[in-house]
Structure formats: structure tokens, C-alpha cells
């Protein structure tokens, strides 16, 4: 048997050796920056890769408009701001657009995104429209390239912030509001004004990226809570023009422990990152931002807009509604990372 094996292992060809010699592995680069930098630096890179330099187009058309949203508008998002450009008469450009096929699904995945055909048209549309402060610099690069005019909207999360995107579309289109989106609007403000009721007084801790935690701190802010802690989750050089910075690192977050111990939160805010938090401390987490993990249908959750705020202020009610009553002997107002109030309304244009 032994012979047997041995004249059989014979027969085995000898595995085939690369001659090439390997070059070490480089070392990783440090992590700077957030989601935000990161998808905006995609972002640039994909219209400098794909959109040629060109003057403005003699075909353009008035009723196309190129969408350049941020890295939280979710797959409902983004369907949500398809459906009020189209309520005026628009079409969309959308880059990148997650909002084709359906999210999850293998076989829809060659129908998903922009095609190379529509990114070659973007010079024929009217106007640009990106969502996010951190969606200025990739809008500045395609202005650049192709003299559409850019308008940038901070966020569409918000009774303000919905209000400046339909005003806009109005005056673009030339067209009154339509009766379903001002429908959307009334509802809304009743339901943010009966929110009010439940909500005002109550502490909120927010942990985000700087656009996020921006939008959602006006938006509590609206309803009349107070958001004593809010972090902002950067790591290395931001623009000075966004928010200080901090970094979720241990030692932080051991503070950030303590922060919400001392002003006795009754909500926190944030991803599924906060969630160990969250248990530790006994205090209810909303979901938003990313990663999130555990909760089914997140992406078809559309954050912006009347209808999508309306069902966000409703999902914050229910929120408030599991947190306990506490005695507070002390109010503080005192913050983690200092928000400064803009003086009146942010800038729209680029």
C-alpha cells in the first residue's frame, strides 16, 4: 500500500510558482475626515473622471435638473425629491443615484445608478441642485465644468428646509405649489405643533456628521427640546467653515458617558454605533445616520421633505414616549461641541 501511494504522489504535477517577487504591503493610511468627506471626495472624482469641460449647451432644457444629493439621503430620499421635481415639471439628473432598481436585490443591480449617457448630458439641465453643505465642493467642480448654475440647500429636513426647496422649485418652474404638496405641508405643522406638546423640555444628546447633526439639532430644537450634548463624529481636518470637530475615540466616549449622566438625557441620537451607549446608560436611542444595523427598511425611509419630516417628527414622538419622567434640580444648557445659531436664514446659493 505504502508503494501504492507513493508512485500514485509521484504522478502529481508540482505546484506552479510565481517567479514575480512581491513587493511588501504598504502600510494603511491613517482614518480622516467622516462618511460626509468621503462621499463628496466620490463624488468629485466621478464628474472629474466623467463630465467634460463644455460651455453651456445650446440644447438645454428647461425642465431637467441635476440632483447631486448627500451620502444620508436614503433610498426613500431620494425617491422623495424625484417625486416633488416631478410634482413641478422636472426631470432628474441624479449623481449618484441609489434610487433605480431596488435596494438589496442582486438582479436589480445593473438598473441601479446613472447611466454614462446621462452624465455626459448634465450640461443641457437648467439648474443643479445638491443637498448638503458637504455637497458644495462636488457642485463647485461640475459648475466648473459645465456653467449650470448651482444652488446648494444645508438640508431638507425641517418645515424651514423643505419650505426653501419648494420656494425654490416654484420660482424655477414658474408654477404655484401644487395642492398635494401644500396638503403635506398643513399636516406637517399640525403634526409638529401637537410633538410640541410632548417634547419641549425634554434633553437630547445628538451623535453625527456635521450636516446631520446640523439638521437635527434646528430640528429638536423646533420642537422644543434642548440638545445639551452634541458630537460631532470627524476625525482629522475639517474646513473651517463646518462644524468643530470631534472624534468618537474610547476616551471620548468615556466622556461623553459622563456628559450624558450629568445633564440627564432623556434621548439619545445617532447610529447604531451609539447603541452600546445607549444600553449602558438605560436611555432610549433614536436611529439615524449610518451604520444601522438590526432595523428592516431603513433605506426606504425618506428623511426630507413635508412628507418625510412629518413621519420623522412622528417617529421622535414615539421615541419620547418610552423615555422615563425625571426630576431635574438643575437645568444646564451647557454643550459638548458648541452649534452657533446662524443668524437668520442659512445661504442657499453656491
Given at each position: 500500500?505504502?508503494?501504492?501511494?507513493?508512485?500514485?504522489?509521484?504522478?502529481?504535477?508540482?505546484?506552479?510558482?510565481?517567479?514575480?517577487?512581491?513587493?511588501?504591503?504598504?502600510?494603511?493610511?491613517?482614518?480622516?475626515?467622516?462618511?460626509?468627506?468621503?462621499?463628496?471626495?466620490?463624488?468629485?472624482?466621478?464628474?472629474?473622471?466623467?463630465?467634460?469641460?463644455?460651455?453651456?449647451?445650446?440644447?438645454?432644457?428647461?425642465?431637467?435638473?441635476?440632483?447631486?444629493?448627500?451620502?444620508?439621503?436614503?433610498?426613500?430620499?431620494?425617491?422623495?425629491?424625484?417625486?416633488?421635481?416631478?410634482?413641478?415639471?422636472?426631470?432628474?439628473?441624479?449623481?449618484?443615484?441609489?434610487?433605480?432598481?431596488?435596494?438589496?436585490?442582486?438582479?436589480?443591480?445593473?438598473?441601479?445608478?446613472?447611466?454614462?449617457?446621462?452624465?455626459?448630458?448634465?450640461?443641457?439641465?437648467?439648474?443643479?441642485?445638491?443637498?448638503?453643505?458637504?455637497?458644495?465642493?462636488?457642485?463647485?467642480?461640475?459648475?466648473?465644468?459645465?456653467?449650470?448654475?448651482?444652488?446648494?440647500?444645508?438640508?431638507?429636513?425641517?418645515?424651514?428646509?423643505?419650505?426653501?426647496?419648494?420656494?425654490?422649485?416654484?420660482?424655477?418652474?414658474?408654477?404655484?405649489?401644487?395642492?398635494?404638496?401644500?396638503?403635506?405641508?398643513?399636516?406637517?405643522?399640525?403634526?409638529?405643533?401637537?410633538?410640541?406638546?410632548?417634547?419641549?423640555?425634554?434633553?437630547?444628546?445628538?451623535?453625527?456628521?456635521?450636516?446631520?447633526?446640523?439638521?437635527?439639532?434646528?430640528?429638536?430644537?423646533?420642537?422644543?427640546?434642548?440638545?445639551?450634548?452634541?458630537?460631532?463624529?470627524?476625525?482629522?481636518?475639517?474646513?473651517?467653515?463646518?462644524?468643530?470637530?470631534?472624534?468618537?475615540?474610547?476616551?471620548?466616549?468615556?466622556?461623553?458617558?459622563?456628559?450624558?449622566?450629568?445633564?440627564?438625557?432623556?434621548?439619545?441620537?445617532?447610529?447604531?454605533?451609539?447603541?452600546?451607549?445607549?444600553?449602558?446608560?438605560?436611555?432610549?436611542?433614536?436611529?439615524?445616520?449610518?451604520?444601522?444595523?438590526?432595523?428592516?427598511?431603513?433605506?426606504?425611509?425618506?428623511?426630507?421633505?413635508?412628507?418625510g419630516t412629518r413621519e420623522l417628527v412622528a417617529e421622535i414622538r414615539?421615541?419620547?414616549?418610552?423615555?422615563?419622567?425625571?426630576?431635574?434640580?438643575?437645568?444646564?444648557?451647557?454643550?459638548?461641541?458648541?452649534?452657533?445659531?446662524?443668524?437668520?436664514?442659512?445661504?442657499?446659493?453656491?
Amino acid at each position: 500500500m505504502n508503494e501504492l501511494l507513493r508512485r500514485d504522489s509521484s504522478v502529481l504535477p508540482e505546484p506552479a510558482r510565481s517567479t514575480r517577487r512581491r513587493s511588501p504591503r504598504p502600510l494603511a493610511e491613517p482614518f480622516v475626515g467622516d462618511l460626509e468627506l468621503g462621499w463628496a471626495a466620490r463624488a468629485s472624482a466621478t464628474i472629474e473622471a466623467q463630465v467634460a469641460y463644455s460651455s453651456r449647451s445650446e440644447h438645454v432644457s428647461s425642465r431637467v435638473i441635476n440632483l447631486l444629493p448627500g451620502v444620508h439621503e436614503t433610498w426613500g430620499a431620494v425617491s422623495e425629491l424625484k417625486e416633488t421635481l416631478e410634482a413641478f415639471g422636472f426631470g432628474a439628473r441624479v449623481l449618484p443615484d441609489c434610487a433605480t432598481g431596488s435596494p438589496g436585490r442582486d438582479d436589480d443591480a445593473r438598473l441601479c445608478g446613472t447611466t454614462v449617457s446621462e452624465i455626459e448630458r448634465v450640461a443641457c439641465s437648467v439648474r443643479t441642485l445638491a443637498i448638503g453643505d458637504h455637497m458644495r465642493q462636488p457642485a463647485r467642480v461640475l459648475k466648473a465644468k459645465t456653467g449650470v448654475p448651482v444652488t446648494v440647500l444645508p438640508s431638507v429636513i425641517g418645515l424651514e428646509a423643505s419650505d426653501r426647496l419648494i420656494a425654490l422649485l416654484s420660482r424655477l418652474s414658474g408654477r404655484a405649489v401644487p395642492t398635494r404638496i401644500a396638503k403635506q405641508r398643513a399636516q406637517l405643522f399640525e403634526v409638529m405643533a401637537e410633538t410640541q406638546v410632548q417634547v419641549a423640555g425634554k434633553r437630547v444628546g445628538v451623535v453625527a456628521e456635521p450636516d446631520l447633526l446640523q439638521a437635527f439639532v434646528r430640528l429638536f430644537e423646533r420642537l422644543g427640546a434642548e440638545v445639551p450634548v452634541a458630537v460631532n463624529c470627524t476625525r482629522g481636518a475639517v474646513p473651517a467653515a463646518r462644524w468643530p470637530q470631534l472624534a468618537l475615540s474610547r476616551e471620548q466616549l468615556g466622556a461623553m458617558a459622563s456628559l450624558s449622566r450629568e445633564h440627564e438625557l432623556d434621548l439619545l441620537v445617532g447610529s447604531s454605533h451609539v447603541e452600546p451607549l445607549a444600553q449602558a446608560l438605560r436611555i432610549p436611542l433614536f436611529l439615524v445616520g449610518s451604520p444601522i444595523q438590526g432595523r428592516v427598511g431603513y433605506q426606504y425611509r425618506a428623511l426630507g421633505g413635508y412628507r418625510g419630516t412629518r413621519e420623522l417628527v412622528a417617529e421622535i414622538r414615539e421615541a419620547f414616549s418610552a423615555c422615563p419622567r425625571r426630576r431635574r434640580a438643575e437645568r444646564r444648557t451647557e454643550s459638548l461641541v458648541y452649534l452657533p445659531r446662524s443668524q437668520g436664514a442659512p445661504r442657499v446659493d453656491a
